[in-house]
């Protein structure tokens, strides 16, 4: 069985919603799933999970969450060299650069993403399905 883990950072409850959707896909997949806020994560928990699934809105000029999500993120960039990620959020506005620029920098760093999943505001059915989609491909 994997050990995988979900961190994320909502406001609205969009990208919490797009959690749960990963986790349902990580359970179902037969994966062991722990769940994070970003808050509750930190680098030296990275090596405990086969995979892990981040998820931040678009904030701002698209850019992520900047006084929780992107310490955290900036902090664990070091330790995911080889290791599978997904990435998720959702976005009010511009056109999904902010995941294109996220899972450039996690390349960059050598991570193996899985792929992502970006909705509109509230995340609608397709959008559900394609997070435990992503979630079954992490377990």
Do not use: H
């Amino acid at each position: 069985m994997s050990r995988t883990a979900v961190v994320y950072w909502s406001q609205t409850g969009n990208t919490e919603a797009m959690a749960d959707a990963v986790i349902n896909g990580m359970t179902a997949g037969g994966a062991e799933v722990s769940r994070f806020t970003a808050a509750e994560f930190s680098a030296d928990k990275v090596s405990e999970f086969d995979a892990i699934a981040f998820g931040c809105p678009a904030m701002g000029s698209e850019v992520l969450e900047e006084s929780e999500f992107e310490p955290m993120f900036a902090s664990v960039e070091g330790s995911l060299s080889g290791k599978k990620v997904g990435l998720f959020g959702s976005y009010g506005w511009g056109d999904g650069q902010w995941m294109r620029d996220w899972e450039d920098r996690c390349a960059a760093d050598g991570a193996v993403v899985a792929g992502t999943v970006i909705a509109n505001n509230a995340p609608d059915a397709d959008a559900i399905s394609a997070c435990e989609a992503l979630g079954k491909s992490l377990a």
